[in-house]
């Protein structure tokens, strides 16, 4: 059996350090980081993420699920709030069903600890992989305290390393053929804080993802077990309302007391978190082939990161690993140039997609959830898939509650909106009121 070496000990890499240990290969994992389980993360500050079905069918079958979600806090819809202070909460599904706000270092650190269970699973901390020889084979660690350097023969690499993926970026110095390309976005982000109240209670409701739209920036808030909210707020990084023309404590005052009005005053640390946590940039990377013939390959964001408006990017990274295993197991353990092919095309579509939806799901976040035709749009889309679940779906569901795999998700949903624009909402709205006769004749028949 090969022996297998991983880069990155982020949510991608241990998670796939435990399928691989599970069918019995021998796994070693780099991290430039320190041991976070003895030192913490980096700030201390825990940033949490949305996790959703396909990340939880991912850490299911590797029998990690139940462990992770007893901390997750379930997250029914968007709360949004309005400049007036009044809240609407949007539900995410029609049938109750959520997403959950999970802590990124928590979920870090209970993967860590899954995989390094197995024997065969071994995590080596403050290395740094700092090139691969595609030549030779060999990886070049740097110790991160000692700056000490070492050169280790792989024989099957993974790259789970992160948007800045050591191995994409030797892949795109040697490999012919290899194209990779990141398209960044005009707006980056921050993130600040929502304490709890006096008696450690939320503030703002727990089980909601809250979000202040504001058409061209937003802010977004999702609960911790500790009763605080991480903040986001997303907003261009130049020019109006952007992050270049808040300087001084005043203007971050002045910016909070126009647009977030209700949130200000629940955040006692604003201008501290302003200052002292980075903006950073948000952008989409696509790149192929994801594989170096039979022996090393990108995972997860080193092969397809992306914007988090879907909040799906360590889901994809998860629903990855379990389909590397699936193509394991359709075609066995053998020959790992085909294995690694078809891994490459089973997702490259899908990638492709979660990242165009990710795009689009910022206008639909910071502008589209207070649009009277969105809204509506909404409310007709829950009707049909209510009347037809078997040939309607919410494109929001078909991401965030089913397994289609994205295209198909991504196809299913333009196929339905042309469809609902062809014929007029008028008209649908009409026949939705009529029954489900007059829908097949009025909206069926014209897709036939
Ligand atoms: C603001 C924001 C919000 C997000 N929200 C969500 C969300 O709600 N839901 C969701 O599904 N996704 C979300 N994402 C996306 C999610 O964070 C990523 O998709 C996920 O972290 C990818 O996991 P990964 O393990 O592939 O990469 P990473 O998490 O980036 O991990 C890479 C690991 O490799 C290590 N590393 C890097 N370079 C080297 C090297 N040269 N040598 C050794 N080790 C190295 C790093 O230290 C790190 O531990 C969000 C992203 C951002 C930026």
Redesign the pocket.
Known sequence: MRHVTI???????PLLALYLARRGYHVDL????PDFRVHGFVGGRSIN???SDR?IRGLHEARVEEEVMKDAIPMKGRMVHGLDGSLQLQPYSRTGRHINSIS?GGLNITLTNASEHHEDVKFHFD????DVDLERKQIKLRHTGTGEEIVRDVDLLFA???????LRQAMERKIDGFTARTEWLSHG?KELEIPPGPNGEFLIEKNALHIWPHHDFMMIALPNPDATFTC?LFAPMEGENGFDQIKTDDDVRAYFEKYFPDALPLMPTLIEDWHNNPT?Q?GTLYCGPWHVDDWACL????AH??V?FY???????FEDCRVLNDVLDDHGDEDWGAILQEFYLRRKRNTDAIAQLAVSNFLEMRSKVVDEKFLRKKKIDAALADMFPDRWAPLYEMVTFSHLPYADALGQGKQQDDLLEQVGYDQVEAAIAEGMEKVEEVLFAVSK
Do not use: H
Request: net charge negative; aromatic share 4%; hydrophobic share 40%.
């Open positions: 880069l990155g000990a982020g949510l991608t890499g780099y991290e430039q980081r993420l949305a996790l990340g990124r290395l740094a992989c700092v789970a390393d992160g948007a800045n993926s050591s982000y986001t950073s948000l995972i997860g964001d080193a990161a992306i988090p909040g799906q990017g360590m889901n994809a990274g």
